[in-house]
């Protein structure tokens, strides 16, 4: 987020925002050039027309205006919401990248802004969405395939998280919609700050262990602190996972070390929701591994009580 004249200026990546430009006629365009914002002029022009001439140009980000901002997210949220999104003519490839283009847009405005009703609302769609591309999909095996080609391994993590947290949450007699939507928040916001090389830094020290520096260490803090700023429009629970989900109930993770009696039912149910996915992930989605994959947890996780029933419960879902 920079200054400019006419206000705050917020980035936003070109290949993500080309998805949805057809209608943002009249959106002003920011460039820094030597330290300063320069406004483009190009009246006559379509937004869309203006990002591929910038493209052809090799520049890969813009600045908008925080207003037009707020326009770029509502027309994003309506044109993921409309009916010619489930249009048979659209190609599952196109809804995937459209889904992406979304989550990444989102999420660098969240960066930069702090979440607000209409991100919020953004990013349950974006989840309510990809989780019907997925049982759609032939099989999740093809819709991993998909979305291997299409999107980012953080995005595709994230959706296989939440589908397979839902399945984990459906064998508890508390189970709803509004649970599984609080734990899907909270795996599409949980990394949010990383970036690309963060993110690769952050899976490497998960699989091969080693020094894990401060800032990566620190960020389920950062973003939780981030979001407590915001309690009514992020619920209390996604807010706790975040906070924990690198914690271990023997007190070893981090940020704060916390021990097993302080995690909840479902957290418990997410981390290990996460670690499946990723562990699944690191094995190449070789399906045979699940139940040695499960035995792995267990021995990282599987001493608290809540971890237990979290696993006992994954155990029949994958079964
Ligand atoms: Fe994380």
């Given at each position: 987020?920079?200054?400019?004249?006419?206000?705050?200026?917020?980035?936003?990546?070109?290949r993500h925002l080309i998805k949805f430009a057809e209608k943002f006629a009249g959106i002003e365009v920011h460039l820094p050039v030597s330290g300063k914002f320069i406004k483009l002029n190009y009246s006559?022009?379509?937004?869309?027309?203006?990002?591929?001439?910038?493209?052809?140009?090799?520049?890969?980000?813009?600045?908008?205006?925080?207003?037009?901002?707020?326009?770029?997210?509502?027309?994003?949220?309506?044109?993921?919401?409309?009916?010619?999104?489930?249009?048979?003519?659209?190609?599952?490839?196109?809804?995937?990248?459209?889904?992406n283009a979304a989550m990444e847009t989102v999420k660098s405005i969240i960066n930069q802004l702090g979440v607000e009703p209409e991100t919020v609302k953004l990013l349950k769609t974006i989840n309510s969405r990809a989780m019907t591309l997925l049982s759609e999909s032939p099989s999740i095996f093809s819709f991993i395939k998909q979305f291997k080609k299409n999107c980012s391994e953080e995005f595709l993590l994230s959706?296989?998280?939440n589908y397979i947290m839902a399945l984990v949450i459906d064998k508890f007699p508390w189970r709803s919609e509004q649970v599984k939507e609080k734990g899907a928040?909270?795996?599409?916001?949980?990394?949010?700050?990383?970036?690309?090389?963060?993110?690769?830094?952050?899976?490497?020290?998960?699989?091969?262990?080693?020094?894990?520096?401060?800032?990566?260490?620190?960020?389920?803090?950062?973003?939780?602190?981030?979001?407590?700023?915001?309690?009514l429009l992020i619920p209390i629970e996604t807010i706790t996972i975040i906070e924990q989900h690198h914690e271990l109930p023997d007190g070893k993770g981090?940020?704060?070390?916390?021990?097993?009696?302080?995690?909840?039912?479902?957290?418990?149910?997410?981390?290990?929701?996460?670690?499946?996915?990723?562990?699944?992930?690191?094995?190449?989605?070789?399906?045979?591994?699940?139940?040695?994959?499960?035995?792995?947890?267990r021995t990282k996780y599987g001493s608290a009580k809540m971890f237990e029933k979290a696993l006992d419960a994954l155990l029949k879902v994958v079964d």
């Open positions: 987020m920079d200054n400019a004249d006419s206000g705050l200026l917020v980035k936003m990546e070109i006559s022009d379509h937004f869309v027309e203006i990002l591929r001439k910038l493209q052809q140009k090799e520049v890969s980000e813009v600045y908008v205006k925080e207003v037009d901002c707020r326009r770029i997210i509502e027309h994003v949220e309506k044109a993921m919401s409309s009916s010619t999104f489930y249009d048979p003519k659209t190609m599952e490839e196109q809804r995937v990248e459209a889904v959706i296989l998280t928040l909270a795996s599409m916001m949980c990394d949010m700050t990383l970036s690309k090389d963060d993110f690769k830094i952050m899976r490497d020290w998960q699989k091969n262990g080693g020094v894990l520096p401060e800032n990566l260490r620190r960020h389920p803090s950062d973003i939780a602190d981030s979001l407590k700023k915001n309690r981090f940020p704060a070390g916390i021990n097993a009696n302080r995690f909840n039912q479902l957290s418990a149910i997410f981390i290990v929701s996460q670690q499946f996915t990723e562990q699944l992930h690191d094995a190449s989605y070789n399906y045979e591994k699940r139940t040695e994959i499960i035995q792995h947890i």
